[in-house]
């Protein structure tokens, strides 16, 4: 199962997503990332990484996360897997999304 966020390039607006437990099969709740510390992002296309500036919860309680990026950080348009990683209140280190499921980030031309 794939979600493609859509990003025009040059562009830097906020990205939410929420994110699920793999057991969640309706999909009608967020993970609780009450008290989840030390979140990062980072976005992968042909072999270029990009990190967000910014990983924060948004919403704890239904697993929002917002994804914050420079201007440039995406100069060039692509398919991305992103890739987001926290530690639990429990101290255990979660990487999202988990094995078999993708999250993809589609640039697209600059609007001139």
């Given at each position: 199962?794939?979600?493609?966020?859509?990003?025009?390039?040059?562009?830097?607006?906020?990205?939410?997503?929420?994110?699920?437990?793999?057991?969640?099969?309706?999909?009608?709740?967020?993970?609780?990332?009450?008290?989840?510390?030390?979140?990062?992002?980072?976005?992968?296309?042909?072999?270029?990484?990009?990190?967000?500036?910014?990983?924060?919860?948004?919403?704890?309680?239904?697993g929002i996360v917002k994804l914050d990026y420079a201007t440039n950080s995406f100069s060039n348009t692509g398919t991305y897997d992103i890739q987001?990683?926290?530690?639990?209140?429990?101290?255990?280190?979660?990487?999202?999304?988990?094995?078999?499921?993708?999250?993809?980030?589609?640039?697209?031309?600059?609007?001139?």
């Open positions: 199962m794939s979600k493609i966020h859509s990003l025009v390039l040059g562009s830097n607006a906020s990205i939410l997503v929420q994110l699920y437990a793999v057991d969640d099969d309706d999909g009608s709740n967020g993970i609780n990332l009450t008290g989840a510390t030390s979140m990062s992002a980072k976005a992968e296309s042909n072999g270029v990484t990009v990190s967000f500036t910014t990983a924060a919860i948004e919403t704890a309680l239904t987001i990683q926290f530690t639990d209140s429990d101290s255990k280190v979660h990487i999202y999304p988990s094995e078999g499921y993708t999250l993809k980030l589609l640039v697209k031309e600059a609007i001139t």
